[in-house]
């Protein structure tokens, strides 16, 4: 079946049309009416250029930086890492932070992360899909493709009415990660271990073929531990655990607040400053003991590799760690609030001392720091308070993808009603079934007119059945003037010419 997307808007904004995946994606997308993009990567190690740095690159070109680090191979010509065919680096590390960019970054005056970013060489990330849903960013950054080519369009979605989890039940990427190509070029020996707070996220940076050396580590949030895909109880770690952190903490200390684990009330305690108010997070609460347990883990996991010198000089290794809590933390208390100042600023004080640590872990590393981007504001109460009363059959949970009841027999007029019910503060982007053939249309609503555009899969298609066609026109056409102006001859190719050897006079 195909779709079509209408919007409210002269055109479908382009971070929709990467990120649409038909059967996945929702029938309606909520967009602000004005998308941030400070998204950037800072390139950490002694061997990056300087030169040429662009001011910013797309997302899915991360993974041609990545690979050029360890000599893979690459889309692209343009390369950060100072060529040396015979020493190339044995350790490569990326550390990507959700919830958080420039504008965060200037706003908390995160000095930390300021300081980090301007003294190294820092690239704005462009090109972002929408929804930015963390897991569909990250599988983008790691593949090089969009959503609409890797088929992640989020943690979750909806197809045929059932609700459908990433990286489960063979709901992979279709694309292969930079793991993959490490595993196919440098076999099962090179170590691959990714951590995150989600399932999903730690599975998205580890390789689809298991090994004895991939290792997919997420927080399971029942249980308060870090647990191993291997089972492995090297890679796992019990929140109850105690982490000597001090050094994490420095920034914080030195600006005289505090941040302490209060074991009998089971709280995180964080105060930023000496003038800050102090925050407890309740290491009970899901969201909160996530963002705990991410940065911590982070520290432990580094102490773990270095002394049980898991990491080979012989073949390059990976280590990936994602951290989520600081969006989930924007999404439970809001961007404003004081948790969010609070978790921004356990970052800004962690994240460094984080990087630095596996910096050392191998004599040669390189490694990038990627900040994924501010959280997107949507006032989220206000807006579903406006879809209840229009009273339509609507599955919000997924927000801001909506779907469509299956049994809605006018998704278009649906798509109406929403648009208007919600008004020009958001942008209403809506998908429904217009024509009987596979591919999707895309359609942009403004006024009375309609203007059409096609995907980038059938411009593609369209290019090689027109330049095959004018190719077998053209040789068609050559033949017949050949053979029309062909002139007859005895002695030609069809034609062999026998001499006769004549009689003699008698």
């Not at 971070?15 to 990567?41: K, T, W, Y």
Request: net charge negative.
């Amino acid at each position: 079946m195909g779709f079509g997307l209408l919007c409210h808007g002269a055109a479908v904004p382009p971070q929709v049309h990467n990120g649409f995946v038909s059967g996945r994606s929702a029938d309606a997308i909520i967009m602000p009416s004005e998308l941030s993009d400070d998204a950037s990567i800072t390139l950490l190690g002694e061997d990056i250029s300087l030169e040429n740095v662009p001011k910013s690159i797309a997302l899915r070109d991360v993974r041609d930086i990545m690979s050029q680090s360890l000599g893979l191979p690459v889309s692209q010509e343009k390369s950060f890492i100072r060529e040396d065919v015979f020493d190339r680096p044995s350790l490569e590390y990326l550390i990507i932070v959700h919830g958080m960019g420039a504008d965060t970054v200037s706003q908390l005056d995160l000095a930390n992360m300021k300081a980090l970013t301007s003294k190294n060489p820092t690239m704005g990330l462009r090109d972002q899909t929408y929804p930015r849903d963390p897991l569909a960013l990250s599988v983008t950054l790691t593949t090089g493709q969009y959503p609409s080519v890797h088929g992640i369009v989020g943690e979750s979605w909806r197809a045929d009415g059932q609700m459908e989890a990433a990286y489960s039940n063979g709901k992979h990427s279709d694309v292969g990660n930079v793991a993959d190509m490490m595993t196919q070029f440098f076999g099962t020996k090179s170590l691959t271990v990714s951590a995150s707070g989600s399932l999903a996220e730690s599975k998205a940076h580890a390789p689809h073929s298991k090994s004895a050396n991939s290792h997919a580590c997420s927080f399971n949030t029942e249980l308060k531990k870090f647990v191993s895909e291997s089972r492995s109880p090297s890679f796992e770690w019990s929140l109850e655990a105690k982490v000597d952190a001090d050094e994490l903490w420095n920034l914080i200390k030195l600006a005289g607040g505090r941040v302490e684990i209060q074991e009998d009330r089971n709280l995180l305690v964080v105060q930023a400053h000496s003038s800050a108010s102090t925050i407890n997070f309740d290491l009970n609460d899901s969201v909160d003991s996530t963002l705990a347990a991410e940065i911590l883990y982070a520290k432990v996991l580094a102490e773990k590799l270095s002394a049980n010198e898991l990491l080979q000089d012989d073949t390059p290794d990976s280590i990936f760690l994602s951290f989520r809590g600081l969006e989930a933390i924007a999404g439970k208390y809001g961007r404003k609030s004081e948790q969010y100042n609070a978790a921004a600023q356990l970052y800004d004080s962690a994240i460094p001392v984080i990087a630095s640590l596996y910096s050392k872990l191998a004599s040669k590393s390189v490694g990038q720091l990627v900040l994924m981007g501010s959280p997107v504001t949507l006032d989220k109460e206000i807006l579903m308070a406006q879809i209840k009363h229009l009273s339509l059959s609507l599955d919000t949970r997924f927000f801001p993808s909506i779907y469509f009841s299956e049994s809605d027999s006018n998704p278009a007029q649906t798509c109406q009603v929403l648009e208007t019910g919600l008004g020009t503060s958001v942008k209403t982007v809506c998908s429904h079934p217009l024509y009987d053939y596979d591919e999707t249309v895309f359609l942009a609503s403004h006024s009375s007119s309609t203007n059409s555009t096609v995907t980038e899969v059938e411009l593609k298609k369209f290019q090689i059945v027109l330049w095959l066609s004018l190719a077998l026109a053209f040789s068609l056409l050559a033949g017949i003037c050949s053979f029309c102006c062909m002139e007859y001859e005895r002695d030609t190719l069809l034609f062999s010419k026998r001499r006769l050897k004549e009689p003699s006079a008698q």
